[in-house]
């Protein structure tokens, strides 16, 4: 990666006591997996991945997001599921319309600046492991949790120096999202 760039991605920050909560349910549930477990602050609902983005093109991003207009979301978890060929086990998120339209409106910013778009359907999730590989079935009803959110982030993946250590994600804007 160049120095002129980082990484971005637009999404929703869950409250500290949903990511006890998953962390919590993730812990009993899936105890004894080989699988590398999502650390609990990194628990997010991804809007949309934007990649690289270069510095000049940030104030244009802040811009873009800032035009973004939708009620604030209201959701809940729904299920467990895994994306087999990125190998992620995630909890997944019901699509409400309000998440779908705040979605839409994310990935939008991606044309407008010429990023790729990072897919061609939205499931809301919450990765809970990565490096998934087991094949195992899972017999357990995922938490049933209300999730809600008055405002979205631009968040940075930030690599760590440390081999095999995980990224981190720290919110470098917020905007508000409309009460009704």
């Known amino acids: 990666m160049q120095k002129n760039q980082s990484r971005y991605f637009i999404g929703l920050d869950l409250s500290v006591a949903d990511k006890l909560a998953i962390a919590n349910w993730r812990d009993k549930q899936m105890f004894g997996l080989s699988d590398k477990p999502v650390p609990v602050e990194n628990f997010h609902i991804t809007l949309s991945f934007l990649g690289q983005v270069k510095h000049n093109k940030l104030e244009q991003l802040e811009a873009l997001l800032d035009q973004i207009s939708t009620k604030t979301v209201n959701t809940q ?104």
């Open 77 to 180: 978890t729904n299920q467990l599921g895994v994306f087999n060929k990125a190998k992620i086990l995630y909890l997944g998120v019901e699509s409400t319309p309000t998440l779908q339209q705040l979605a839409q409106q994310c990935l939008a910013i991606n044309g407008k600046l010429d990023l790729p778009s990072p897919h061609d359907v939205y499931r809301p999730h919450i990765t809970l492991n990565r490096k998934h590989a087991e094949l195992i079935p899972i017999t357990s009803q995922p938490p049933k949790l209300e999730l809600n959110f008055d405002e979205f982030h631009l968040f940075e993946s930030v690599s760590s120096s440390q081999q095999g250590k995980p990224p981190h994600y720290p919110k470098r804007m917020s905007f508000s999202l409309n009460p009704f």
